[in-house]
């Protein structure tokens, strides 16, 4: 059964750099709360200077959990403690409201928190602009594509999750679309001003019309650490999530 929840629900989706993912992972553990997915991606390129520092960000591991809106608040503020979100290439952590959800778990999430030993500390994460998520699907092998189309309209960087598609093993058509089974799920986060832009110049490098047969959306997002990270400087080429 689907529902709106009574309890105000949040989807926490975490990227950081690979190597974090025993920190983020002990967050969760440490308060017996289970993460739905944890999967691994890879971001786009770094910056020269990063490469001589040897920070390698390129492999990401990427969560996203459940929780009610203070439960959100209290993990966010436990994960910030564990990684510096301030440092570029570090990752990013957002939060996304829920409309509606299947009642079982929204009653597993108002019973996590009534579990939790939550502070009175009320931390407060949203950024100071408005931020959108993009998420584009296309083809397998059409990343690149993605993202150099996203950074001629202003994207600064991105994460690529490997997925497949529901279908045979060959190549389906739908409406006169080859549909490939191997996918790129393709995740940019940016504010809001240069969504539309961003979303434009894709569907017209990797639309469905193109090989890349890609598909767009935006989902707005509630709160956001690690933004830093999607302003260009002057000392930064490029950044990933």
């Known amino acids: ?20 993912e025993n920190a ?16 691994h991606g890879r971001g786009t390129a770094k910056s020269v200077i990063y490469e001589i520092l040897g920070y390698d960000a390129l492999k990401k591991a990427v969560s996203i959990s459940v929780q009610t809106k203070k439960t959100t608040k209290y993990l ?35 019973q996590a928190e009534e579990n939790l030993e939550l502070g009175s500390e009320d931390m407060v994460f949203m950024s ?19 993202m150099d189309a996203a950074k001629k309209a202003g994207a600064v960087g991105g994460t690529v999750v490997h997925a497949r598609g529901l279908g045979s ?39 469905l019309n193109t090989a890349g047969t890609g598909i767009c959306f935006s989902l707005p997002v509630d709160a956001a650490v690690g933004v830093g990270a999607l302003i260009k400087t002057d000392e930064t080429e490029d950044s990933s999530l």
């Open 128 to 146: 100071k602009e408005p931020y959108h998520l993009v998420i584009t699907i296309v083809n397998s092998g059409f990343f690149d594509q993605v």
């Open 76 to 110: 966010l503020k436990e994960i910030s403690h564990r990684i510096d979100f301030s440092k570029p290439g570090t990752g990013i952590a957002l939060t996304i409201n829920l409309s509606s959800i299947s009642s079982a778990l929204s009653k597993i999430c108002v």
């Open 24 to 39: 983020l992972v002990n967050v969760y553990k440490s308060n017996g709360f289970p993460i739905l997915l944890l999967t």
């Open 169 to 207: 093993k060959e190549a389906q058509k739908y409406l006169g679309i080859t549909i490939q089974p191997e996918k790129d799920l393709v995740l940019i986060l940016t504010p809001k001003e240069r969504k539309r832009p961003i979303m434009e110049s894709i569907m017209h490098e990797v639309g």
């Open 1 to 20: 059964m689907v529902k709106q929840p009574e309890t105000r629900l949040d989807a926490l989706i975490t990227i950081i750099d690979h190597r974090l």
